[in-house]
């Protein structure tokens, strides 16, 4: 194999799996036909590449099924980050009292979203989209109150995203090719533990793994595990876990405070591109080749 | 109404509108039906020809073995055509109306 086969290989493996399966070979047959007498490859078909990888990765992470799916278990899914709040609110009622709205400031946005939740089951997907990008404008605000507990330094910003994500496949997709009411039934189930566990398990760390542990498990389960796009779904609805998970590695090798700049990066900008990056990993079923 | 195809979509449709053509023989065609103004790369190609695929646009007409080098071949399909047809119409009535402005303005001599 030459040097010139070697780099293309190594470009074309950035691509989707399933795409890189198919079309791997037959696409270095035609980069080597295209390449004449180059011995390395030139920058414009390497950015042509990484642009094409780039695009593949998205597209497939966005497809109108994955989309149809968080449309639909999204917006159920987002109500587990309620957890903390319930506990805290349910701290309040047992102390006999009724919190401040400092005690609880994205109280609202729960609200908001069981609102959009019931809509998304009721096919209102207008309405349901509406409430979905209002709810995520507060829980953005929710961020930037001084006396929250949401700092942009946590592992809240998973939330945020699957907000932002749910927001935008309500607007997207009609959600015609989504799983029924097994899938429904199961997602809400999940939540109700993860709640659960929230509650009864605050500041334990076991019960805060279970209960990341079982968002996935959920997630995947809810959203299909047979296929491809079941699992790619799973992926977007488990976006808090990532965060969360990093939120830790984050604690565990830094120290101290971090601008918002980075942040940002870390945690809304890194789980975004793992989505990306992982979401073409995922194996589809082979497609006859030949029609 | 359909939204106006961006030009290396045309452009590969136009190419596999004759005869089905491999990846290579699509970059060439396309490089000659727009007289060397439009260069393809295979990332780009790639990448329409996955969506045109799944849009079921173009299928895969064959497959065979070239110095043990995967080639396929892709075809259009009939929807493929039928959305060729509709662009070449929607650019054909709007150069129509180009070519009919210009007249005016020739004829008029105005600027």
Known sequence: ?291 | MTNALREPTFLILTALAEEPRHGYGILRDVEQISGGRVRLRAGTLYTALDRLTSDEWVAVDREEVVDSRLRRYYRLTDSGAARLAEEIKRVRATTRVAETRLRARLIGGTA
Do not use: C
């Open chain 1, 1 to 291: 194999m030459s040097e010139l086969e070697k780099r293309y290989q190594r470009l074309l493996s950035l691509y989707p799996r399933d795409h890189r399966e198919q079309h791997g070979d037959e696409m270095l047959g035609v980069l080597i036909a295209d390449a004449g007498d180059r011995t390395a490859p030139g920058w414009r078909d390497t950015a042509d590449l990484l642009w094409g990888a780039f695009r593949l990765h998205v597209r497939r992470l966005l497809a109108a099924d994955v989309l149809a799916i968080v449309s639909l278990l999204g917006p159920i899914a987002v109500l587990a980050g309620a957890a903390t709040s319930l506990h805290e609110l349910a701290w309040w009622v047992q102390a006999g009292s009724v919190p401040r709205f400092e005690q609880l400031p994205d109280a609202p946005v729960w609200f908001v979203w069981l609102g959009v939740a019931i809509l998304a089951m009721a096919g209102k997907r207008r309405a349901a989209a509406i409430g979905a990008w209002v709810a995520t404008a507060g829980l953005i605000v929710v961020l930037q109150l001084p006396f929250a507990g949401w700092q942009w330094f946590t592992d809240k910003a998973g939330w945020v995203l699957l907000s932002a994500v749910t927001a935008f496949a309500l607007s997207m997709s009609d959600g015609r090719k989504a799983r029924g009411w097994p899938a429904i039934g199961t997602m809400a189930a999940t939540v109700l533990v993860i709640v659960g566990l929230g509650v009864f398990g605050h500041r334990d760390e076991i019960a805060e793994y279970a209960a990341l542990a079982v968002l996935f498990a959920g997630a995947v389960l809810a959203a299909g595990i047979r296929s491809a796009t079941g699992w790619r779904a799973a992926l977007v609805l488990s976006t808090p876990v990532a965060t969360a998970l990093l939120a830790r590695l984050v604690h565990a090798v830094h120290d101290g405070p971090i601008n918002d700049t980075v942040s940002t990066l870390i945690f809304f900008g890194a789980p975004l591109v793992f989505l990306v990056a992982i979401g073409g990993l995922v194996r589809l079923p082979r497609r006859t080749s030949v029609s």
